[in-house]
């Protein structure tokens, strides 16, 4: 899906006052998400070191094989980062405002950015993978559990009645 597709929640976060009871568990789960999807004090303050100038530079860069390796649509983790950065760091925004469409396009730009990130966001992306592959892991796990129980419930009654002692043969063992 390309990112530009991509449909923006802002609205969800905002419907919220934060005051009352239900506040201090948003912010504890926003504060939750930030963290899973790699927004850090330490992203924020590299961003702001960010100007269009290396975007542009990277751009430029790029424009060898490597931009085709490093070419395709943006992961799941990483267009909800990409929102969430977006909404918290305004910098990232204005200098995204100022490039796209004009001097690249969004998924290039978009691109640019994991790749001058990747030292501060990789362990982030890194375990959000590793997340979903137990998650799967563990679904697929259950899944053929329930194969097995199911097999064995079907196993029971065949033999079930023969094998199972009388009450003459238990009355006789006491």
């Not at 923006?8 to 963290?35: L, M, N």
């Not at 085709?68 to 983790?77: F, I, M, P, R, V």
């Not at 691109?111 to 998650?135: C, D, G, N, V």
Request: proline content about 4%; hydrophobic content about 40%; charged content about 30%.
């Amino acid at each position: 899906m390309a990112f530009s597709a991509f449909s923006w929640p802002f609205r969800r976060r905002g419907s919220g006052s934060g005051a009352g009871a239900g506040g201090a568990s948003k912010s504890t789960a926003a504060a939750e998400e930030d963290e899973e999807l790699g927004v850090t004090p330490q992203l924020l303050d590299f961003l702001r070191t960010l100007s269009p100038d290396a975007f542009k530079a990277a751009a430029l860069q790029l424009q060898g094989g490597y931009a085709e390796a490093a070419a395709g649509d943006l992961t799941s983790w990483q267009e909800r980062h990409a929102v969430l950065v977006l909404s918290k760091a305004k910098e990232l925004a204005k200098i995204r405002y100022d490039l796209c469409p004009r001097h690249m396009k969004d998924k290039q730009f978009w691109r640019i950015y994991f790749l001058l990130a990747k030292s501060i966001i990789s362990p982030y992306e890194l375990r959000a993978i590793q997340k979903e592959k137990i998650r799967r892991m563990e679904m697929d796990n259950g899944k053929s559990k329930e194969v097995v129980t199911v097999e064995v419930e079907m196993q029971e009654p065949k033999g079930g009645r023969a094998s199972q002692p009388s009450e003459v043969d238990l009355e006789s063992q006491v």
